[in-house]
């Protein structure tokens, strides 16, 4: 039974952060919609796909030192409550502020905390 549970906190983390970077490179794809020709469509891309590089770099280093995943998903969880507030300060408060939040900010702080806990028992 210990076996098959350190086995659960070592996988989800690392299915849940792909899954994560899958959906924030998904999202990316809506700039197809707008009408910026080949190479704005490329920029735009490479832009909206920043923070999923930036998450697969930590991935790949927190596959072997679950410090860093804990560490960086709780960082990016931290980044994008941090700039929701300042559109919300900006532009005013939308409900769906909330949704993206728990969203995107939830599961990264979820995913970190489990990189966190699989860092705490490999480390006993």
Request: glycine fraction near 8%; aromatic fraction near 18%; hydrophobic fraction near 60%.
């Amino acid at each position: 039974m210990v076996k098959k549970v350190n086995r659960f906190i070592y996988w989800i983390p690392r299915i849940l952060s792909i899954i994560l970077i899958l959906f924030l490179a998904l999202m990316s794809l809506d700039i197809f919609e707008e009408n910026y020709g080949f190479w704005g469509t490329i920029l735009g891309l490479f832009m909206h796909n920043i923070p999923a590089m930036i998450l697969l770099i930590v991935l790949i280093i927190s596959w072997k030192r679950e410090i860093v995943g804990g560490i960086g998903f709780i960082l990016a969880g931290m980044v994008y409550t941090a700039t929701l507030l300042t559109a919300s300060i900006k532009n005013g408060f939308e409900w769906y502020y909330l949704l993206w939040a728990i969203q995107i900010s939830g599961i990264a702080f979820f995913i970190g905390i489990l990189f966190l806990i699989n860092w705490f028992k490999k480390k006993k």
